[in-house]
């Protein structure tokens, strides 16, 4: 048997006809149009082939006029067109096709398709309505296209709702993620990263780089500049170090991760709560994290300072901090100028380092 995989050389080639060859007995039938990235027309006449597949026309991208005339039975899969995409006329002469789901699409196709004129040839006549197929036994010929109404499109059915059934189920997955990850996911991610970073610390427990990460929305940085940071840093010894986003976050590193490693370095969190505060997605993820920490450490580590009197509808929105106000001890910054020396003190004391030994 003469090898015609060398056929795939002939990389210029634009026209291509094929006389009674068996392409069933080449050793590589699937590679002999490899290459052929110019090849406009192709005639297989009186030819045999078991099945035309993707794998023989991947490269045949410039194929404009396909002509088959395949004098043995065989099957033509959908793969077949995939890499056709310049095919403009296709003709079936003879056409003799296994009973075989793999084939149901092609009448459809036919059919439907607007970019390729697909014809069918016959001495008997024979169009697309009445063409028969060879059933599994060799023997019946039954009308193709209603053994694959009653044989194919079940199987057609079940796998399109099948398909958009999965569809629908991961679009609403990936809904329902999206929605999810921003109350539970994202905080769950960096507490862990939070806890990591601890457990690598552990040869200096109990020793932090600030004393307190302050909490609290951008709205109220001039009650932190004027009122926060004067009480509190500048008064001592000993004199409090704390941590503030605006002052002390690296330049160029995650907001989020800035969140999270300042909040774990710092032995206390204090919030700042304000209606500023309570619009504000980042303090709302500073809440759940410093409110994750508490809960696995079970210590005096979070405090709140409600700057302003805020209504309780507009707490029990804020199920965590409905939550806190109810279980702990908190502070109210006072209106009156004579109450806010004992503010200060009383805050000073909750977040002073702890005398060293």
């Known amino acids: 048997i003469y090898d015609m995989t060398t056929i795939n050389q002939l990389i210029q080639l634009q026209k291509l006809t094929l006389y009674s060859v068996d392409l069933i007995q080449q050793p590589s039938a699937d590679i002999i149009f490899h290459n ?3 090849l406009e027309v192709l005639k297989l006449l009186d030819c045999k082939i078991y099945s035309m597949e993707g794998s023989l026309t991947k490269d045949l991208k410039s194929l404009k006029r396909l002509h088959l005339h395949i004098e043995n039975i065989y099957n033509v899969f959908y793969s077949f067109t995939e890499s056709l995409s310049g095919l403009k006329y ?22 439907r398709n607007r970019q390729v004129e697909v014809i069918l040839t016959s001495f008997r006549h024979i169009m697309w309505d009445n063409l028969t197929c060879l059933s599994d036994n060799g023997i019946d010929t039954p009308n193709f296209v209603k053994y694959t109404e009653a044989n194919c499109t079940t199987e057609i059915d079940f796998i399109l709702f099948t398909v958009t059934g999965l569809g629908v189920l991961f679009f609403m997955l990936v809904v329902f993620l999206h929605n999810l990850s921003g ?3 994202l905080p769950l991610y960096h507490i862990t990263l939070g806890w990591l970073s601890e457990a690598m610390r552990s040869n200096t427990r109990g020793r932090y780089d600030y004393d307190t990460f302050v909490s609290y929305s951008g709205k109220d940085e001039l009650w ?28 160029g590193k995650d907001i989020v991760e800035n969140i999270t490693d300042s909040l774990y370095r710092s032995r206390h969190t204090l919030c700042l709560v304000s209606r500023h505060y309570l619009h504000s997605n980042w303090c709302s993820l500073e809440m759940k994290l410093a409110t994750a920490r508490l809960q696995v450490e079970q210590r005096d580590i979070l405090l709140l300072v409600f700057l302003e009197k805020i209504p309780p509808r507009w707490l029990s929105a804020h199920h965590r901090l409905a939550r806190l ?15 806010h020396q004992a503010f200060w003190d009383r805050l000073w004391e909750k977040l002073k380092p702890p005398t060293e030994a």
């Open 224 to 251: 932190v500049v004027e009122e926060l940071l004067p009480n509190l840093e500048q008064r001592g010894p000993p004199f409090l170090n704390l941590c503030l986003h605006s002052r002390d976050f690296q330049l």
């Open 36 to 38: 052929l990235t110019k």
């Open 90 to 111: 296709l003709l079936f002469n003879e056409l003799h096709l296994f009973c075989s789901c793999d084939n149901a699409w092609l009448i459809a196709w036919a059919k």
């Open 325 to 339: 106000v109810k279980t702990r001890t908190y502070l109210d910054w006072p209106q009156d100028p004579h109450q």
């Open 183 to 185: 109350h539970y996911l």
